[in-house]
């Protein structure tokens, strides 16, 4: 929706130090902050999941640009899944010994959001390696080579499994021999294709990097590992059959993923006035040498230039501030999301 008028012609260094800009319209729409007024994961009284309030942001006055639409893959080539890294504090550094066999599915009987709220809540007590959205986002909260907390408790597991029944024998967490997927929506309900293409990705990914063995033995339900309490998970309606299948259809290839890296722990919000907290993109970057700043900043020798970005990089964000130095009449400026390397952006370079 932004119009830019001649990117290339404009000077690659400047002394205004937020690179070039383009003159970019800004206009919020109130049907689209609906849209993402409902995905900031904001505990509401009915959700099932108590998300932490402390992990909340609190402003809720939130505009969206038409252009910038929630979502952390790549449509423009949609192969090519982005693993987002959101982290939680629950889980187990190592695996114990053990390495990973198999993959657990689940369902979160909730939103990716609510999830999100909920991992990153030490008091929870609960975690997953990864979660995939309807929409075929993918979040990450623990590393593979760590210990997720999905799915230890033992209830009548389905001792078939060879590596399970070993399990309960030698007294081994299951936990430490699965890697975990979480699946957004309920229990029994249809899986939207964009959530099931993105899942058979992430689930050959995971087998062609951890050796997995496509099969029923070693691709399982929650259900299996705790079958009174998870007899409805991840639930009736989830694919088995075309999974197994799909992973086993000759000539598939995995492109790598972009993995995306934890936190340096770098504060970018530190000093920085206005900001609000949200998770949007993916949005390109309108201009070559455009100034990723540690703070924003118009000054071209302060010291907060952390990089410089090229036309067409794809970025996401999780907040912005509308106080930041002024340029072109415009005054906001985005923090791009850790993910993404962090660091604030002047509004104008996005379109
Ligand atoms: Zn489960």
């Avoid at 729409?29 to 609190?58: F, K, M, V, Y």
């Avoid at 939130?62 to 504090?89: E, H, M, T």
């Avoid at 504060?267 to 900001?275: E, I, K, L």
Wanted: charged letters at 15%; proline letters at 6%.
């Amino acid at each position: 929706m932004s119009e830019t008028i001649n990117p290339d012609q404009q000077p690659e260094s400047n002394q205004s130090g937020i690179g070039f800009a383009t003159q970019a319209n800004s206009g919020g729409s109130p049907q689209i902050q609906n849209l993402i007024d409902a995905s900031l994961g904001r505990p509401t009284p009915s959700a099932d999941t108590t998300n932490d309030a402390a992990d909340q942001s609190s402003p809720v006055d939130v505009q969206l640009y038409p252009s910038i639409i929630y979502a952390s893959y790549d449509f423009q080539n949609q192969n090519k899944y982005k693993i987002v890294w959101r982290g939680s504090p629950n889980f187990w550094s190592g695996r114990d010994g053990q390495t990973p066999v198999a993959i657990c599915d689940h369902i979160m009987q909730g939103s990716l959001e609510a999830s999100d709220g909920w991992f990153k809540n030490r008091r929870s007590d609960v975690s997953s390696h990864f979660g995939v959205g309807q929409d075929g986002r993918i979040w990450q909260w623990v590393k593979a080579e760590d210990t997720a907390w999905a799915n230890g408790i033992l209830q009548s597991p389905d001792t078939s499994l060879d590596w399970l029944a070993e399990c309960v024998r030698r007294n081994i967490n299951p936990n430490s021999r699965t890697i975990s997927i979480e699946h957004e929506g309920y229990s029994g309900k249809a899986f939207p294709d964009a959530q099931y293409q993105a899942t058979l990705w992430l689930h050959r990914y995971l087998c062609q990097n951890y050796n997995i063995q496509p099969d029923r033995h070693h691709i399982i339900g929650h259900y299996q590992i705790t079958a009174r309490d998870r007899a409805g998970c991840p639930g009736n309606t989830f694919p088995w059959d075309k999974l197994i299948n799909d992973l086993g259809s000759a000539g598939a290839v995995v492109q790598p993923p972009v993995v995306t890296p934890p936190s340096n722990g770098t504060d970018w919000t530190q000093g920085v006035t206005g900001v609000v907290k949200m998770q949007f993109g993916p949005a390109a970057i309108t201009s070559n040498n455009s100034f990723v700043r540690s703070r924003p900043s118009l000054t071209a020798g302060d010291g907060t230039l952390v990089r410089t970005l090229n036309k067409g990089t794809v970025l996401h964000f999780s907040g912005y501030t509308d106080v930041g130095p002024e340029f072109r009449g415009e005054s906001r400026w985005y923090l791009i999301t850790e993910a993404d390397g962090g660091g604030w952006i002047h509004s104008l370079m996005i379109a």
